[in-house]
């Protein structure tokens, strides 16, 4: 007799009932209750795994979709997102591509929603959005074509220590050539960071900053050391405009994420607490994809400029058409036998003098124009555009 549909759980359980009396053969059961051995087999096999229960009806659904992730797949992706808990969706899926090229890793909205579900999204405090200032970025176009230096704003370690990273970047790779904190924000210690990224990297052309000391200062031009050692090396300075950071903006995101990932919570003490930026570095530039860089790292967009760091540092040169003075100690030069103030920054230094007309003179270190010299007045006054160079 064919089940009937009304009782057909019923029924299945009679059918296992009186197999497991042990009166009836399983083939002769088959016949009376008109079902295959197959299936009853089946049924038995059921409830001897999963008692009564094995005997309802399962859900036809697939147990799967087919397009579902496999859960190998997004156990490494919770896993790289556990190593990287500051990475994005696209910026795990494009790190996962590069490395396993051969998987086909779930879409980034996947994976969005996977770390959703994981509970592995960071909540985001929102910020208040500023066109992005675009034109003193646009000629850096290749590596070293311009430099980004600052300071990441100071912190204290756990036993109290204060931290003062310098951070050097390049502006169209984005690599991070140095991050490292220094005891004092003086010239010494900057120009001692420099000289060894230089070494190691070659000279940038230009090198972008804000108008905080040691970078710049309120005398002529801006001018302080670090710049005469700077313009010694045909380096020319960039200074963003005041109460402007958006415009050094590549540089400030990377500080965030610098503070995100070794500055919530600080370490320890100093040592750590350089080790810790030295991870950074090493992550941000050879692990972490950068979206600007279609997901590649900085890394693999950099190469170290081909302007090495010279052995001599030079005196700068002047043509036969300028008249040539030296900065006495009290940052003036002579004359016609009286002093005409110019720059502390320049004490020791030669300048050049280019006449304009009978009167005024412009003013050059090396070959940057400083501003210009009144002749008859005895004083100097700024250039209306200054920072140009000597074409």
């Known amino acids: 007799m064919p089940w009937k549909e009304s009782s057909v759980l019923d029924q299945r359980k009679e059918f296992v009932g009186e197999y497991e009396g042990g009166l009836v053969t399983m083939a002769e059961l088959c016949r009376i209750y008109e079902i295959s051995r197959e299936t009853g087999y089946k049924w038995v096999q059921r409830y001897q795994e999963q008692g009564w229960k094995g005997l309802e009806d ?18 490494r992706i919770v896993d790289l997102r556990r190593a990287h808990p500051r990475w ?3 910026k795990l899926r494009a790190y996962l591509e590069q490395r396993y090229s051969r998987v086909k890793w779930p879409a980034a909205s996947t994976i969005g929603d996977l770390l959703q579900r994981e509970g592995l999204i960071i909540a985001r405090v929102v910020r ?31 036993d109290g220590e204060r931290i003062d990273p310098l951070t050097i970047s390049d502006a169209c790779s984005r690599y ?18 420099f000289e060894a990224t230089f070494r190691e990297y070659g000279l ?32 020319v300075l960039e200074r963003i405009e005041p109460g402007h950071p958006e415009q050094n903006g590549r540089h400030e995101r990377m500080h965030r994420t610098l503070e995100e990932e070794t500055a919530q919570p600080p370490a320890a003490h100093r040592r750590a607490q350089q080790k810790a930026f030295h991870r950074f570095r090493w992550d941000y530039n050879q692990e972490r994809p950068h979206e600007a860089l279609g997901q590649k790292t900085p890394a693999s967009c950099y190469q170290p400029s081909p302007r090495s760091y010279p052995a001599r540092i030079r005196e700068p040169e002047y043509g036969t058409g300028m008249q040539v003075r030296r900065v006495g100690l009290r940052g003036g030069f002579s004359w016609k036998h009286e002093s005409v103030f110019l720059s502390e920054a320049l004490i020791g230094e030669r300048v050049g003098l280019e006449s304009i007309d ?34």
């Not at 399962?58 to 156990?75: C, K």
């Open 88 to 90: 994005g969706a696209r």
């Open 204 to 235: 940038p052309w230009r090198m972008r900053s804000d108008n905080g000391a040691p970078f710049a200062s309120r005398a002529l031009a801006g001018i302080t050391r670090l710049w005469v050692y700077l313009m010694k090396l045909g380096i």
């Open 128 to 158: 208040r959005k500023t066109p992005p200032y675009t034109q003193p970025l646009a000629h850096a176009g290749e590596p070293n074509q311009v430099w980004c230096v600052d300071f990441k704003g100071w912190f204290r370690t756990q």
């Open 176 to 193: 991070l050539l140095r991050c490292q904190a220094v005891e004092r924000t003086n010239t010494e210690q900057v120009q001692g960071i």
């Open 58 to 75: 399962l859900s036809r659904s697939p147990q799967r979709h087919p397009n579902q992730t496999a859960p190998e797949l997004e156990e």
């Open 358 to 391: 009978e009167r005024y003179f412009t003013i050059y270190f090396a070959e940057f124009p400083l501003g210009r010299f009144d002749s008859f007045g005895l004083q100097v006054e700024p250039l209306p555009s200054c920072g140009k160079q000597k074409s």
